[in-house]
């Protein structure tokens, strides 16, 4: 008689656990599995190292996150934000966390909501800094949310948001592939647009690089 509820007791554990286990990742389990049992530090060097990634919203959050810590592992950065200060902070973080002196951060500060001419100037600024090479990967992090009802908040809010997180990567993307600063060839192009990641963990958050970065192409990532 005891046996059917020792037998319903561990079934009960059991999903439990697994519950506890799905909700403490947060994110895609295999995501979670390859961090977990896959990535080492030799890996992720292999990975980044020599790698020129741009990252917009740069400046807190994912953005920071993910600067911090490709450029633990080799990676040359351009770093964009609106704040100088503040892209100058990050910039100052990646510099004393690393002890590849050949790799290069710099900074290109630029408003999503800036006029079109802005974005072309950018473009020009980015290429000055790079030079004969091209991005290996873009970042497309800045991003803006509301969590007022959409009966409830002005039109000029929802303007601003669709500039952030959907026109402003949408014109970045174009110039970029025009410009040739972005290598077409090997594998694919992809734009990829991920709410999930707001809510992601650390470890996430460099995992997404890598794992554009592995297909040896340059993706672009865009985060609303």
Same mark, same amino acid.
């Given at each position: 008689?005891?046996?059917?509820?020792?037998? /319903?007791?561990?079934?009960?554990?059991?999903? !439990?656990? @697994?519950?506890?286990?799905?909700?403490?990742?947060?994110? /895609? $389990?295999?995501?979670?599995?390859?961090?977990?049992?896959?990535?080492?530090?030799?890996?992720?060097?292999?990975?980044?190292?020599?790698?020129?990634? =741009?990252?917009?919203?740069?400046?807190?959050?994912?953005?920071?996150?993910?600067?911090?810590?490709?450029?633990?592992?080799?990676?040359?950065?351009?770093?964009?934000?609106?704040?100088?200060?503040?892209?100058?902070?990050?910039?100052?973080?990646?510099?004393?966390? /690393?002890?590849?002196?050949?790799?290069?951060?710099?900074?290109?500060?630029?408003?999503?909501? @800036?006029?079109?001419?802005?974005?072309?100037?950018?473009?020009?600024?980015?290429?000055?800094?790079?030079?004969?090479?091209?991005?290996?990967?873009?970042?497309? /992090?800045?991003?803006?949310?509301?969590?007022? $009802?959409?009966? @409830?908040? $002005?039109?000029?809010?929802?303007?601003?948001? *669709?500039?952030?997180?959907?026109? !402003?990567?949408?014109?970045?993307?174009?110039?970029?592939?025009?410009?040739?600063?972005?290598?077409?060839?090997?594998?694919?192009?992809?734009?990829?647009?991920?709410?999930?990641?707001?809510?992601?963990?650390? =470890?996430? @958050?460099? *995992?997404?690089?890598?794992?554009?970065?592995?297909?040896?192409?340059? =993706?672009?990532?865009?985060?609303?």
């Amino acid at each position: 008689m005891i046996v059917p509820y020792v037998a /319903n007791a561990v079934a009960l554990g059991s999903a !439990a656990f @697994a519950i506890a286990f799905a909700a403490s990742m947060d994110a /895609n $389990p295999s995501l979670y599995l390859f961090d977990r049992f896959f990535v080492s530090e030799q890996r992720l060097k292999t990975f980044f190292e020599g790698k020129t990634i =741009w990252i917009t919203g740069a400046s807190s959050g994912i953005g920071k996150e993910i600067a911090l810590r490709t450029s633990r592992y080799g990676a040359n950065l351009i770093l964009t934000g609106r704040s100088s200060e503040r892209l100058q902070i990050v910039k100052d973080a990646c510099s004393s966390s /690393n002890q590849n002196n050949g790799r290069t951060i710099s900074i290109l500060p630029l408003d999503m909501t @800036a006029p079109e001419d802005e974005f072309d100037k950018a473009i020009f600024d980015l290429e000055k800094i790079l030079g004969d090479h091209v991005l290996d990967c873009v970042v497309l /992090n800045a991003g803006r949310g509301q969590l007022k $009802p959409a009966d @409830a908040t $002005p039109f000029s809010t929802t303007s601003e948001i *669709f500039q952030i997180n959907a026109l !402003a990567p949408i014109s970045l993307s174009q110039k970029l592939l025009d410009r040739g600063i972005i290598k077409k060839g090997k594998g694919k192009l992809q734009q990829q647009l991920c709410n999930i990641f707001c809510r992601c963990p650390r =470890w996430l @958050a460099s *995992f997404v690089v890598i794992r554009c970065l592995k297909t040896r192409t340059s =993706w672009i990532l865009q985060y609303a």
